[in-house]
């Protein structure tokens, strides 16, 4: 039952009601119908939500050294992605080059893809 509270809950946010009207008006709602003893559950449900959501949307940028993010930056503009809030990590397996995951979507630029290609192509042969 608390999903389905934190589920509406995220869909009036997402529809753009003010979140603390929302909670406001969602615990009036509660009051009512006498389940605010269901109010933590609701809370840590919606915290689930967001969760998953902001894994789903969330814009990664793998880089080999600090300071070689702009190469990406430019790759993801230009396929449309917004890069303004990405999480730009250093990865050490990365050789060079670097790696975007975004929506579902997958940019590798990096060495370490380049050169195991390489090395597939001369023990396949």
Do not use: C
């Not at 406001?24 to 609701?42: F, N, T, W, Y």
């Not at 940028?61 to 992605?81: N, Y």
């Amino acid at each position: 039952m608390e999903n389905a509270y934190a589920q509406a809950l995220w869909n009036i946010i997402k529809g753009g009601k003010e979140p603390t009207e929302a909670v406001h008006a969602l615990h009036e709602q509660l009051k009512k119908s006498g389940r605010v003893s269901l109010a933590p559950r609701i809370a840590r449900a919606f915290e689930r939500i967001a969760a998953r959501d902001h894994a789903r949307n969330a814009v990664t940028l793998a880089v080999a050294e600090a300071g070689h993010g702009h190469h990406g930056q430019k790759e993801a503009a230009a396929l449309g992605i917004d890069v303004a809030d990405a999480i730009i990590n250093i990865d050490p397996t990365l050789i060079g080059g670097w790696r975007l995951e975004a929506r579902e979507t997958l940019v590798d630029a990096s060495y370490k893809k380049h050169l195991l290609a390489i090395y597939r192509a001369t023990t396949n042969a």
